[in-house]
Structure formats: C-alpha cells, structure tokens
DNA sequence: CTGAAAGCGCTAACAA
DNA sequence: TTGTTAGCGCTTTCAG
C-alpha cells in the first residue's frame, strides 16, 4: 500500500497523512482517522521514497573487521548505542580482514547515501585511503590515528610502556614481548614501542631472543610463549601484545611448569574477561572500547550536523589494572 | 549527481547509463564512456531511487539483544557472512534487552521494507507475537523454538542433561545448579529442565538448598555460588547456565579454598573462551553460534526467495567439551 | 541496441 | 489548517 490509497482508506488527503509522519501540522479530526487507519492497515511509509525527495537517510555505515571478537563487538555495541538514541540506522559490514571488502563497503555505502561512516582499523592500505577520501560524508576511525582523518584511538604505546615499567620495577631484568606485525599501527607498532622505549629508558638492554610474533589467537600465542622459552635463557617478565596472547602464553607456563609469576611476570592489553578469569589472572590494561565507540559516534555526529571540515583526534586513556601475574 | 547529469557528462542518455548499472543492454563504446565518467565523477546511483522504483531493497533487519555478548557477536557474525555474500546489507539493532526497543525497530524496519528479519531471543512478549505477525517479511529466530514461526535454535535441554549426566556418571551424588531466569526460554526454562531430567533420571533426589538464581554475569555467578555454598550441607557437583556464571563460581570456589573438581565438580552451556583458560578449566557444552546465524540467514534467503508459508524449525546440535573442572 | 517518456511513493511549496 | 501539484532519481516499457 501506498500514500495514496493509504489516504483514500483514511478519509483525508495524501498531504494530511504526509504531514502526519512530519510536521503534523494537522487539525486533531484528521490525525484521529489517520490513526485508526494505521491500525486497521498496518500502513507504514517508504523509507526509499522519502529519501529520494528529501535527501535524508538517516543512515550511518559501519565497518568492523571481525566481529566476533571481543573488543570490535564493544566498539560496536557503543557506535549504536548512541547512533539509534539520535535516530540513525547502522548499515553494518563484517569484513572479516577483507580489505577488498572494506572497498566494496564504501561502494556500498556511497549508493546508499549514508550520512557518515565509522571504521574500526586494522591495517590500511593506500587504496584505502584513495577510496576513503573520495567519499564526501564525514568519516571516523575508530583504533588508529591518522591524518587527515577524524580519529578516537587509545593510548596504545603508553599502555605497552607502562605495562612494562611495571614489571621493570617489580624487579623483571630481562623483559620479553609477544608482539603482533606492526602493519597493525596501534596493536602492533605502538605497543612494539612503548615496550622497548619502557626497557631502553629503564636502562635494561633488550635481548633479541626474548621477543616472538604472534597472531591475535590463543594458539598462536601459546606456540609463541614455546619459542620463546626454548632458548637456554629465558625472559623473567613477558609483555604480550593482547589479552588472548597472554592466555595461551600462560597456558603454555602452565603446561609447562613455569611459574607465573615466580618464574615469568607476565601482562597484556585489552581488559578481557579471559584475564580476569586465567590463572593466574592477568595484569592488563583496560582499553575503553565501549567508550571509544560512543565517542566516534558523537564526533560523527557533530561532523554531520556542523559540516566540520577541521579533523579531530581524540585519544582515550588506559587503566593499568594489577593481577596475579604480576604481584 | 543524479543519473541526468551523470548521462550528460558521459555522453550518453539516462537509459544507457541505467543499463550500465542493471542489464548491461549496452554497447562496448558506451560502455566504455561510462566507465570513463565514473572514474571522473565518482558518480554512484542512488539506491532510494532504484528501491522506489524496483521496490526491491536487499535489505535484512537484524536484531541483537546484546551485541557485546559473545553467543550474541558470534550469530551476528554468522549472519552477515552468509547475507553479504548474498548481496544483502544488514540494518542492525541493537536492543540492550530493551523489548520496547525491539517493537520500534520492527517498525523501522518496515519503514525500510526490509526483505526479511532475523530475530536473536531472549524474552518474548505477546505484543512481540503480535507485532512479529503484522510484518509481512519472513521472520527467523534464533535461539528460541517458537510455534509459527521459523527457528534456529540449539539443544539446551540435551546440553544441560548431558552434562549433569556426565557428572553424576563421574561420581556426583549432590547436584546443584546455578540457573537463569525461566522467562528465558533457552538459557532458562530449558537447561533447568535438562539438568532437573538428569538429576531424576538417575535416581537422585535433588536438595532445593542446592540451586541458586544468577544474572548473566561474572559477578552475580560469584555472587550465586556464594549463597550456594552458604549452607551447611554442600553440592558436590554444580551445573551453570552459562559459561560466565561458572567462571564467577569458579573464582569464588578459588578464593574460598574449595577445590574444583575435588570438593564440586563444575560445568556450564556455552564454550566461551573464557572457559577454556578458566582454573580449572571448565567443562562446557559448544553450542554452534555461529553456525547458528549461518543457518538462520540461509533459512531466511530460502524463505525470501520461495515465499514459503511452512514453517521450519532447525535444532542444532551440541557438543560436550570434558576439561579439568569434571576430571 | 537505443532514447523518450511515464511513473514508483513521497514531500514541500503554493495557493486557497 | 488544507489539497493540488511539481518534482526527487531512478527503471522500464515502448517504439524505433
């Protein structure tokens, strides 16, 4: 059913019923017919046809990674927690690490005539930045910092500095590290950094054998924490790049009869549940994921209603949070 | 730009350039000029436009209770692989366990005549009934088996029974449960049953003393296991409701110096990661999430595609994952 | 293979 | 406060 015969149906004219979706700059009469016709109809207008006359939509595209994880999902959770309290619909995209995905999102999402689009990083590359730039709708990025580009990141290296200072001073002399690939900017580069910048300013020298690469999984982490205790010497303090690393690093410990912390210190970043419940629990650094997705929202928001050209970066604290496997 | 400009620029007429999108009724020289303004112009079509006139949107509503959840995060995901790959684009919600939330989002989702709406479960109104029965789209539920409707849902009553039968085959003769709400017809009503069958079908008779109410948190699973534990006399076997129940009664049982699985044996539904690094680690039920949100989108394409009037109910399987906490 | 033209369902002047 | 009317950007006959 259309506006038209929906009109008919209700005794009124199709601006009345028009007006009464809008304005509602309506006499109380015809809103009282136009409300019994819903209900005997179930009459609901089209969206589509709206946004062909007046150019709004309301809609807001969304690009997550993978979804599944922990921390994308509080993102998430946070972006439409405040999104659909303004109104705005989430046009949602798992890319599953696909950057090709995230191209054809943009596609998508230009065709659909979002009004902004908020991005949770990963690894960018130039086609990225190429695409990204060529649509004319506010953006956000959401867990990295870059130019050009409205940003609410975390403070990736301060917590990976800090994180290490701490068991520097807890008495660690030979600090290890289960670090990602620093194509990921901030997991990877920025907490590669703030842990050799917390060892060479402690005035320790970093043993090369004392670091591994991980993936972001539990096993990869555990066959990570096997290299890295293979060696005849081994690190006496353990940064790992995230919640989950640290999981199978300390499930390997455990298997292993390496003690945590008497034997290893170990901690991460990212506040998991996982680290609160490991054993031992895990001293971490809460990122606030939720937070970050509530802000990149506003920050699009305001870019949509204000226009704003000027881009902002907006970096979210940490909280070090001390457990088991570091006291 | 609209399509006009868009023709004017490439040379060619309005009807070439909706060809170039749709049929590809078309000439290599046109073609060609297309491709060449669209590089120029980044003109993308309208998908208002093209809906008003096709009336066909592809476009799924998705509604989640509670995306940060990780069953929750876990279907969404299964979800939107099998939809996007399909061409379909997901109007998520997220309600926050808000059923008013959900009614609107209903309506919203009309508005945008949407193609059909996957629905995750939790709690289940008859306004939700009624509602659900006005929209004229295929529905799907997830997690819940609900009479007239299509359903993917998972096998908790056999979980819980399973699992409680393991326990009691391990030796347990004083089983106890920490539950959720049976308004919850899932994680609820029916792994209170599952466990209540195990329990009688062994011949036990079950102590009321041993079962406790818990939210869907670490906390209130600590907070339950607490009061469980409280009575003079004390279950030697406990069955959780979820995962995360179980790591809050865990943590308790550690900190309270009662040994798992020594003094109480414990299990739980759900197979998070948490439960994997848990100490000790838990033994659980793998509900197949995300090959729940798989299916669920497959059913709902079959019904988009076929217009089906027959209901289909799909009951997935689990799995018992036996580790430390029974051994 | 192509272009002109009608019309999808709605909104927003405009004149009443 | 109302109804009439002219489009919004697109697709799709229809006649060439």
Redesign the pocket.
């Known amino acids: 059913m259309?506006?038209?015969e929906?009109a008919v149906i209700a005794g009124?004219?199709?601006?009345?019923v028009?007006r009464y979706?809008?304005n509602g700059?309506?006499?109380a009469?015809?809103k009282e017919k136009i409300e019994e016709a819903l209900k005997k109809t179930g009459y609901a207008?089209?969206a589509a046809?709206?946004t062909?006359?007046?150019r709004v939509t309301k809609l807001v595209g969304v690009i997550i990674p993978k979804l599944s994880s922990e921390s994308c999902s509080k993102v998430a959770e946070g972006i439409s927690d405040v999104l659909d309290a303004q109104g705005y619909k989430l046009l949602l995209v798992n890319t599953a690490n696909d950057s090709h995905k995230e191209i054809e999102s943009l596609e998508l999402f230009r065709q659909n005539r979002v009004d902004g689009v908020i991005l949770l990083a990963t690894v960018f590359s130039d086609l990225h930045k190429a695409v990204m730039k060529k649509m004319r709708v506010p953006f956000v990025i959401v867990g990295q910092e870059m130019k050009g580009f409205n940003c609410v990141c975390h403070n990736d290296e301060g917590a990976a500095f800090a994180l290490t200072k701490l068991m520097i001073e807890k008495g660690v002399k030979k600090p290890g590290i289960i670090g990602v690939t620093r194509d990921d900017a901030a997991a990877g580069a920025a907490r590669w950094n703030g842990f050799l910048n917390a060892v060479a300013k402690a005035g320790l020298t970093f043993n090369e054998d004392f670091s591994e690469m991980s993936e972001f999984t539990m096993d990869s982490g555990y066959r990570a924490a096997k290299r890295l205790f293979s060696h005849r010497e081994r690190p006496d303090g353990v940064f790992c790049a995230t919640d989950t690393i640290a999981a199978g690093a300390e499930l390997y410990c455990r298997e292993n009869g390496i003690s945590i912390p008497d034997d290893v210190m170990m901690c991460a970043i990212g506040d998991s549940k996982m680290g609160r419940v490991a054993y031992p629990s895990l001293t971490t650094a809460h990122l606030h994921y939720k937070t970050a997705g509530k802000e990149a929202a506003e920050m699009l928001l305001h870019a949509i209603k204000n226009g704003d050209e000027i881009q902002r970066i907006l970096q979210l604290d940490f909280d070090i949070i001390e457990r088991d496997s570091t006291s």
């Open positions: 259309n506006i038209s929906f009124v004219s199709k601006s009345a028009s979706f809008n700059y309506l006499s009469d015809k207008p089209s046809a709206r062909v006359k007046t």
